[in-house]
């Protein structure tokens, strides 16, 4: 290649085809044009006159410099030219080559462009003859070398991990470093670290060191507090630079349980300022629903702040006995309790029938002893469906009969009359400390303050399952705070008072401790380590690098002080852990952390993704050549006079159509309103496009074979079937959508999204067909299968059943059992049926009146069983011999009940009325 | 045998169903020109009245018209206009020249030729007129049906490029119409222009011209033919010519109009890109003006 600063060429000798510009100069100029033939009457009158010289029009200057030109682009562009042509500097040598990659989650955001830069770079590595070892820092394993051609089929696969490389993973790294001298290229993400030094020392003593790092602007979201009524938000960036803006979205559930985006809010970055925070003003209820704040065009899981409980504020009810010591605040049984909650809670004042609508968390009842018939039981619902009742103690307990003599549903245990006061004025024996909390109890770990003792209590009565029901004792044994489960909620009852007439727990940080462990109250901020200690937390969520949420069943529990300490790694991935009664998110940005650019030696060299890229320019010469051809074309014809009247502008429209945007060319498809007519003229069954030509034209033959039967065996007469793309097309005019699913189809975009959910409400039906009915088996995993999950994952589908034997498929045309395709394979799945549908006495079905199941998904490859060419032969065989031929039949039985379902509804399943309704008009 | 009637049959039928177009387009053409009997404007048979006149001398008592008589004691004749049925020859160009239009939306010089020939023999027709054919082909007559044979032979075509003007069977004292675009030699339109002004017959020469002939809006090296095939002349910049030949088309219709004066007939050029009725009145106010 012959370089000629930013432009280099492949063939460089062609260029001296430039040579002979001159004389096809002098020869085009010489030759005159062609003569055009042209009728004409008037020849009478021009014969014999001359022409005033000999001379030809000559070709105008300016014309045969059009020519020259597309000559010469002829010319250059065969010769090769390349724009930015890579000299074979950074990955020069011979040796063997070792790619270091940071793979952090601030790699993550440009994992393409490096993907693409490594591609490069094992390309060039290849024409080298080099092997290539790759080594990423948060994962280290031993580096093998390969060759480069294997490794690039590789770098598909190598994904960025979300956390930072750590001194220990650096230490394996260190250790996993191959014998032997090689150079070396880091991509690093661009994070200072400490343990670069000690890498970076051992990478040069084996070699040269390239460094890669990516001039972008990493961004990072701080977990999202909220203060001053407002959640803040704080966002980082790498390098200071001049002022900027991001945008903040909020994401959660809208009030239909679906994900959404609820927030959108600018952040701005001063100029030479790296953090910037914003502060968002959401409504309680709002705030309570948010799941996680990040930043848009960010793909990384640094800009996604994860929040848990501590933006939401539960609603506690504060409910006293009679007030009967007016004015005394401290002495109020409430006092303390709503000094420990207010910070972080919502509470509710009002009577216990007033509150109970708002359907608060947690009701507090600090020494009432009875309650009213009608209270007792909408207290006891509240409960049983998941409320958490909060008891305190006090005169008026221990004075009442409330769970004496049988255990009150309200009461975790019952009580012995009259309580004991010990330390007292009138006693003996000392008040009494709590005893360190066992490890099953929901306060294990939290440490006790020596001063906090109990000098009056009420006493629980002895009992089997007393045992199993306290959670924190006095030292001497009796229980101090019991808990049982009632229904999905629970109820609590500390066995002193909510003030301190009784102890002085509620002087204490352990009163409000426990009452954030029991998620009476919701901590402020991060969990700090000794609040968290000695509790095991379940990963909820977990994010990957890039920011996306994946299920954490599978992943094993973490300690708490782990959760809130320990760096992140393959152990802790950052994600949302939930704990006994409250969730707790852990971000890759803790609260102090910082961005700091990485800083490299001098004598380093460092490349960044900016470099321009190699562009070869053949193809746009070729290209400008052909546009001055044909401009040179309507030139010619304008010339010689060819070219008068609408023909010029038709000439003019499609020279710029052909020159400058063949893509055009491809017309727009007029005929939507056509397709409308056609669609809606009859009954129209569709299938949705996947862009496998072969799986979309064997939906339609399938579509044309049932539409056939459809048309011969029933009343319903469709027209030919139609494929949809669901982007473009309007889906409501169609009853019915076959939707064959591939392993790489695409996912269809938000609009798409809405119009399916809008169709999916609106009464239409999707089959979707996995297509493996051969090699899945139920619960088994395929391609298909985790596309359909995908796929399916955003659509607004009720909870499902497999078809239940009397669901209303069985029996709308044929009476079937089963619903075979190509495949008689897997279980068919149909919406669930509602919970009260029940059996009526001598009826064979239930009493279903619901709709139409708006999906119905299997894997039993339908299409190809119905599939049928034009002369009505089928296309794809179907099991074997006879047996098969039946199964074809059933499946075509299996379509036209599917297509009667979605035409006529329940209206089989009404039929169970019948007698009824004979009967009351009849007799 | 067979193929040959079939075939015959074929070109008749597409030859019969361009009269009737031709003949529509010339009805609803002459249509639009709303005209009556042309009486002779002195007093000889007819049927419209002219005047009532004393009676003289000489009068037959049977031409007294008692009614008028009867108001007065003067006896009056009422005399009736003299109409006379004149005849017209018409001389439409048939030759290749006439078949041409520049554009695909003009119709050829040899349409509206016929066309503004048919619809003025149809409006002369039913002003009481005989209309024919110069030459011994169809001899003027009157009604419907030589409007009919009219349209058939006016759908012929010539091969010649240029067609000379028939001079032969002009009747005396009769009206003629050329239509031609005369540019082919104009010898034989001055013999047959200078033979009908010896026999007393007056008329209206027509010039049908494409507005390309008009405008040469042509450039670049050019071979021109004739549409008949038999003439060429090559050119090398045919932007050149355009000043030449302007000359020559204006001296040719200058040529005509003196002729045409010379002989008391009357000249107008019309184009194809201009509405048929223009020419149509134009020609009418000709034949119909020239009379005494």
Same mark, same amino acid.
């Given at each position: 290649?012959?370089?000629?600063?930013?432009?280099?060429?492949?063939?460089?000798?062609?260029?001296?085809?430039?040579?002979?510009?001159?004389?096809?100069?002098?020869?085009?100029?010489?030759?005159?044009?062609?003569?055009?033939?042209?009728?004409?009457?008037?020849?009478?009158?021009?014969?014999?006159?001359?022409?005033?010289?000999?001379?030809?029009?000559?070709?105008?200057?300016?014309?045969?410099?059009?020519?020259?030109?597309?000559?010469?682009?002829?010319?250059?562009?065969?010769?090769?030219?390349?724009?930015?042509?890579?000299?074979?500097?950074?990955?020069?040598?011979?040796?063997?080559?070792?790619?270091?990659?940071?793979?952090?989650?601030?790699?993550?955001?440009?994992?393409?462009?490096?993907?693409?830069?490594?591609?490069?770079?094992?390309?060039?590595?290849?024409?080298?003859?080099?092997?290539?070892?790759?080594?990423?820092?948060?994962?280290?394993?031993?580096?093998?070398?390969?060759?480069?051609?294997?490794?690039?089929?590789?770098?598909?696969?190598?994904?960025?991990?979300?956390?930072?490389?750590?001194?220990?993973?650096?230490?394996?790294?260190?250790?996993?470093?191959?014998?032997?001298?090689?150079?070396?290229?880091?991509?690093?993400?661009?994070?200072?670290?400490?343990?670069?030094?000690?890498?970076?020392?051992?990478?040069?003593?084996?070699?040269?060191?390239?460094?890669?790092?990516?001039?972008?602007?990493?961004?990072?979201?701080?977990?999202?507090?909220?203060?001053?009524?407002?959640?803040?938000?704080?966002?980082?960036?790498?390098?200071?630079?001049?002022?900027?803006?991001?945008?903040?979205?909020?994401?959660?559930?809208?009030?239909?349980?679906?994900?959404?985006?609820?927030?959108?809010?600018?952040?701005?970055?001063?100029?030479?300022?790296?953090?910037?925070?914003?502060?968002?003003?959401?409504?309680?209820?709002?705030?309570?629903?948010?799941?996680?704040?990040?930043?848009?065009?960010?793909?990384?899981?640094?800009?996604?702040?994860?929040?848990?409980?501590?933006?939401?504020?539960?609603?506690?009810?504060?409910?006293?006995?009679?007030?009967?010591?007016?004015?005394?605040?401290?002495?109020?049984?409430?006092?303390?309790?709503?000094?420990?909650?207010?910070?972080?809670?919502?509470?509710?004042?009002?009577?216990?029938?007033?509150?109970?609508?708002?359907?608060?968390?947690?009701?507090?009842?600090?020494?009432?002893?009875?309650?009213?018939?009608?209270?007792?039981?909408?207290?006891?619902?509240?409960?049983?469906?998941?409320?958490?009742?909060?008891?305190?103690?006090?005169?008026?307990?221990?004075?009442?009969?409330?769970?004496?003599?049988?255990?009150?549903?309200?009461?975790?245990?019952?009580?012995?009359?009259?309580?004991?006061?010990?330390?007292?004025?009138?006693?003996?024996?000392?008040?009494?400390?709590?005893?360190?909390?066992?490890?099953?109890?929901?306060?294990?770990?939290?440490?006790?303050?020596?001063?906090?003792?109990?000098?009056?209590?009420?006493?629980?009565?002895?009992?089997?399952?007393?045992?199993?029901?306290?959670?924190?004792?006095?030292?001497?044994?009796?229980?101090?705070?019991?808990?049982?489960?009632?229904?999905?909620?629970?109820?609590?009852?500390?066995?002193?008072?909510?003030?301190?007439?009784?102890?002085?727990?509620?002087?204490?940080?352990?009163?409000?401790?426990?009452?954030?462990?029991?998620?009476?109250?919701?901590?402020?901020?991060?969990?700090?380590?000794?609040?968290?200690?000695?509790?095991?937390?379940?990963?909820?969520?977990?994010?990957?690098?890039?920011?996306?949420?994946?299920?954490?069943?599978?992943?094993?529990?973490?300690?708490?002080?782990?959760?809130?300490?320990?760096?992140?790694?393959?152990?802790?991935?950052?994600?949302?852990?939930?704990?006994?009664?409250?969730?707790?998110?852990?971000?890759?940005?803790?609260?102090?952390?910082?961005?700091?650019?990485?800083?490299?030696?001098?004598?380093?060299?460092?490349?960044?993704?900016?470099?321009?890229?190699?562009?070869?320019?053949?193809?746009?010469?070729?290209?400008?050549?052909?546009?001055?051809?044909?401009?040179?074309?309507?030139?010619?014809?304008?010339?010689?006079?060819?070219?008068?009247?609408?023909?010029?502008?038709?000439?003019?429209?499609?020279?710029?159509?052909?020159?400058?945007?063949?893509?055009?060319?491809?017309?727009?498809?007029?005929?939507?309103?056509?397709?409308?007519?056609?669609?809606?003229?009859?009954?129209?069954?569709?299938?949705?496009?996947?862009?496998?030509?072969?799986?979309?034209?064997?939906?339609?033959?399938?579509?044309?074979?049932?539409?056939?039967?459809?048309?011969?065996?029933?009343?319903?007469?469709?027209?030919?079937?139609?494929?949809?793309?669901?982007?473009?097309?309007?889906?409501?005019?169609?009853?019915?959508?076959?939707?064959?699913?591939?392993?790489?189809?695409?996912?269809?975009?938000?609009?798409?999204?809405?119009?399916?959910?809008?169709?999916?409400?609106?009464?239409?039906?999707?089959?979707?067909?996995?297509?493996?009915?051969?090699?899945?088996?139920?619960?088994?995993?395929?391609?298909?299968? !985790?596309? =359909?999950?995908?796929? +399916? @994952? #955003?659509? %607004?589908?009720?909870?499902? $059943?497999?078809? *239940?034997?009397?669901?209303?498929?069985?029996?709308?045309?044929?009476?079937?059992?089963?619903?075979?395709?190509?495949?008689?394979? !897997?279980? =068919?799945?149909?919406? +669930? @049926? #509602?919970? %009260?549908?029940?059996?009526? $006495?001598?009826? *064979?079905?239930?009493?279903?009146?619901?709709?139409?199941?708006?999906?119905?998904?299997?894997?039993?490859?339908?299409?190809?069983?119905?599939?049928?060419?034009?002369?009505?032969? #089928?296309?794809?065989?179907?099991?074997?011999?006879?047996?098969?031929?039946?199964?074809?039949?059933?499946?075509?039985?299996?379509?036209?009940?599917?297509?009667?379902?979605?035409?006529?509804?329940?209206?089989?399943?009404?039929?169970?009325?019948?007698?009824?309704?004979?009967?009351?008009?009849?007799? | 045998?067979?193929?040959?009637?079939?075939?015959?049959?074929?070109?008749?039928?597409?030859?019969?169903?361009?009269?009737?177009?031709?003949?529509?387009?010339?009805?609803?053409?002459?249509?639009?020109?709303?005209?009556?009997?042309?009486?002779?404007?002195?007093?000889?048979?007819?049927?419209?009245?002219?005047?009532?006149?004393?009676?003289?001398?000489?009068?037959?008592?049977?031409?007294?018209?008692?009614?008028?008589?009867?108001?007065?004691?003067?006896?009056?004749?009422?005399?009736?206009?003299?109409?006379?049925?004149?005849?017209?020859?018409?001389?439409?160009?048939?030759?290749?020249?006439?078949?041409?239009?520049?554009?695909?939306?003009?119709?050829?010089?040899?349409?509206?030729?016929?066309?503004?020939?048919?619809?003025?023999?149809?409006?002369?027709?039913?002003?009481?007129?005989?209309?024919?054919?110069?030459?011994?082909?169809?001899?003027?007559?009157?009604?419907?049906?030589?409007?009919?044979?009219?349209?058939?032979?006016?759908?012929?075509?010539?091969?010649?490029?240029?067609?000379?003007?028939?001079?032969?069977?002009?009747?005396?004292?009769?009206?003629?119409?050329?239509?031609?675009?005369?540019?082919?030699?104009?010898?034989?339109?001055?013999?047959?222009?200078?033979?009908?002004?010896?026999?007393?017959?007056?008329?209206?020469?027509?010039?049908?011209?494409?507005?390309?002939?008009?405008?040469?809006?042509?450039?670049?090296?050019?071979?021109?033919?004739?549409?008949?095939?038999?003439?060429?002349?090559?050119?090398?910049?045919?932007?050149?010519?355009?000043?030449?030949?302007?000359?020559?088309?204006?001296?040719?219709?200058?040529?005509?109009?003196?002729?045409?004066?010379?002989?008391?007939?009357?000249?107008?050029?019309?184009?194809?890109?201009?509405?048929?009725?223009?020419?149509?009145?134009?020609?009418?106010?000709?034949?119909?003006?020239?009379?005494?």
């Amino acid at each position: 290649m012959t370089l000629f600063g930013v432009l280099g060429f492949t063939a460089p000798w062609l260029l001296l085809g430039l040579l002979a510009l001159p004389i096809l100069w002098v020869i085009l100029r010489a030759v005159p044009p062609a003569p055009i033939r042209r009728r004409f009457p008037g020849v009478a009158l021009l014969l014999g006159l001359r022409d005033d010289e000999q001379v030809s029009d000559r070709t105008p200057w300016w014309l045969l410099l059009l020519r020259m030109l597309a000559v010469a682009a002829v010319i250059v562009g065969l010769a090769g030219p390349v724009l930015n042509p890579q000299a074979e500097d950074s990955a020069g040598g011979t040796g063997p080559l070792l790619v270091v990659m940071d793979a952090s989650w601030a790699s993550a955001d440009d994992w393409r462009a490096r993907q693409t830069a490594l591609d490069a770079l094992l390309t060039r590595a290849a024409r080298d003859d080099r092997t290539v070892g790759l080594l990423r820092l948060t994962e280290p394993e031993t580096v093998r070398f390969q060759s480069a051609d294997v490794m690039r089929t590789r770098i598909e696969g190598v994904l960025p991990n979300p956390w930072e490389p750590s001194a220990e993973t650096v230490e394996r790294a260190l250790a996993a470093l191959p014998e032997g001298a090689f150079d070396s290229y880091w991509m690093s993400d661009g994070l200072a670290r400490d343990s670069r030094d000690q890498l970076l020392a051992a990478l040069e003593a084996r070699g040269t060191v390239t460094v890669f790092e990516s001039p972008r602007s990493l961004y990072a979201l701080e977990p999202a507090r909220f203060e001053d009524g407002a959640v803040q938000i704080t966002a980082h960036r790498l390098r200071p630079g001049p002022v900027s803006e991001v945008t903040l979205t909020g994401q959660g559930l809208d009030p239909a349980g679906n994900p959404a985006v609820l927030v959108r809010s600018p952040v701005t970055f001063e100029a030479d300022a790296t953090t910037a925070t914003t502060e968002i003003a959401l409504p309680a209820e709002l705030r309570a629903r948010m799941t996680r704040f990040e930043i848009e065009g960010s793909r990384s899981a640094g800009a996604v702040a994860l929040t848990d409980d501590s933006l939401r504020r539960r609603e506690v009810a504060l409910i006293a006995g009679r007030d009967d010591r007016e004015g005394l605040e401290l002495l109020s049984p409430l006092h303390y309790l709503s000094r420990a909650l207010e910070p972080t809670a919502e509470l509710l004042d009002g009577a216990l029938t007033d509150v109970l609508p708002a359907n608060p968390d947690v009701i507090v009842l600090a020494d009432v002893a009875t309650l009213s018939p009608g209270e007792r039981d909408a207290v006891t619902e509240w409960v049983e469906s998941g409320g958490m009742l909060l008891r305190f103690a006090g005169p008026r307990l221990a004075a009442s009969d409330v769970g004496r003599d049988a255990e009150d549903p309200l009461m975790p245990v019952r009580l012995r009359a009259g309580g004991r006061s010990v330390g007292g004025a009138m006693s003996w024996g000392e008040p009494k400390a709590i005893a360190p909390f066992d490890e099953d109890s929901p306060f294990h770990g939290l440490a006790i303050p020596p001063d906090v003792t109990v000098s009056s209590q009420v006493m629980a009565q002895p009992d089997p399952s007393l045992a199993s029901r306290v959670i924190a004792q006095l030292a001497d044994g009796t229980p101090l705070v019991t808990r049982k489960q009632v229904g999905q909620g629970q109820v609590v009852l500390f066995h002193v008072t909510a003030n301190a007439d009784w102890s002085t727990l509620p002087l204490s940080g352990l009163f409000v401790r426990m009452l954030e462990r029991l998620a009476v109250s919701s901590s402020v901020g991060e969990g700090e380590a000794q609040d968290l200690e000695g509790t095991v937390w379940q990963p909820v969520t977990v994010l990957d690098a890039f920011g996306r949420e994946n299920e954490a069943d599978t992943l094993p529990g973490v300690a708490g002080e782990d959760l809130a300490n320990a760096p992140l790694g393959p152990d802790l991935l950052p994600g949302l852990y939930e704990g006994e009664d409250r969730a707790v998110a852990r971000n890759v940005m803790g609260g102090d952390a910082v961005l700091q650019p990485a800083a490299w030696p001098e004598r380093i060299a460092v490349e960044g993704l900016s470099r321009p890229q190699e562009t070869p320019l053949s193809g746009w010469l070729i290209a400008l050549a052909l546009a001055l051809l044909a401009a040179d074309i309507v030139a010619s014809l304008a010339l010689s006079g060819r070219l008068r009247g609408p023909r010029a502008g038709l000439a003019a429209i499609g020279l710029a159509l052909l020159t400058l945007s063949p893509q055009y060319a491809q017309a727009q498809d007029t005929t939507d309103e056509s397709r409308a007519v056609a669609a809606t003229t009859d009954v129209v069954l569709a299938h949705v496009l996947t862009g496998d030509e072969q799986v979309d034209e064997l939906a339609r033959a399938g579509l044309y074979g049932l539409s056939q039967t459809l048309y011969f065996r029933t009343s319903v007469e469709p027209a030919d079937p139609m494929g949809v793309n669901l982007e473009t097309d309007e889906l409501s005019f169609f009853p019915f959508l076959y939707w064959p699913i591939t392993a790489d189809q695409p996912i269809p975009s938000d609009a798409a999204y809405a119009k399916l959910n809008e169709y999916l409400r609106s009464g239409g039906m999707i089959l979707f067909d996995t297509r493996d009915g051969d090699v899945a088996d139920f619960g088994g995993d395929t391609p298909e299968n !985790r596309r =359909l999950r995908q796929i +399916a @994952a #955003p659509l %607004d589908i009720p909870p499902l $059943e497999p078809v *239940p034997a009397d669901h209303v498929l069985t029996r709308t045309f044929y009476l079937l059992q089963d619903f075979p395709g190509r495949y008689a394979g !897997r279980d =068919l799945w149909v919406e +669930a @049926a #509602p919970p %009260d549908a029940e059996l009526v $006495e001598g009826m *064979p079905f239930r009493n279903l009146n619901d709709n139409v199941t708006p999906v119905v998904i299997g894997g039993n490859d339908w299409a190809s069983a119905w599939a049928m060419d034009e002369n009505g032969n #089928p296309m794809v065989p179907v099991g074997s011999g006879f047996g098969g031929e039946r199964q074809r039949e059933i499946a075509y039985r299996f379509g036209v009940n599917l297509v009667m379902h979605v035409l006529t509804g329940n209206y089989k399943s009404d039929q169970v009325h019948v007698p009824a309704l004979l009967d009351r008009l009849g007799n | 045998m067979t193929a040959d009637t079939a075939l015959l049959r074929q070109n008749a039928q597409e030859e019969a169903a361009r009269f009737p177009a031709l003949l529509a387009r010339a009805e609803q053409l002459a249509g639009t020109v709303l005209l009556g009997e042309h009486g002779r404007r002195r007093a000889g048979l007819g049927d419209d009245f002219w005047q009532y006149r004393p009676l003289r001398a000489g009068d037959s008592y049977r031409h007294i018209d008692w009614r008028r008589s009867a108001r007065g004691d003067d006896q009056f004749v009422r005399e009736r206009e003299w109409q006379v049925a004149q005849s017209v020859q018409l001389w439409v160009d048939q030759g290749a020249s006439m078949r041409f239009a520049s554009d695909k939306d003009l119709p050829t010089k040899s349409h509206r030729a016929r066309l503004t020939a048919l619809a003025v023999a149809i409006l002369l027709i039913r002003g009481g007129e005989r209309v024919g054919l110069t030459g011994w082909e169809l001899p003027p007559r009157r009604g419907n049906q030589q409007i009919a044979r009219l349209a058939e032979l006016l759908s012929d075509e010539g091969v010649d490029d240029y067609a000379a003007p028939e001079s032969r069977g002009m009747l005396p004292h009769a009206r003629a119409i050329f239509v031609s675009d005369f540019l082919g030699n104009l010898e034989p339109v001055e013999g047959a222009l200078t033979k009908a002004a010896d026999r007393g017959v007056r008329g209206a020469l027509l010039q049908v011209l494409d507005p390309a002939e008009e405008a040469f809006p042509y450039q670049g090296r050019t071979i021109f033919e004739s549409v008949g095939g038999t003439m060429a002349h090559e050119t090398l910049k045919a932007g050149d010519l355009r000043g030449r030949y302007l000359d020559r088309l204006a001296e040719r219709k200058d040529r005509l109009a003196r002729l045409a004066r010379l002989t008391g007939w009357h000249y107008h050029c019309h184009h194809t890109d201009h509405g048929a009725q223009s020419a149509l009145l134009w020609l009418y106010r000709a034949i119909d003006g020239s009379h005494g």
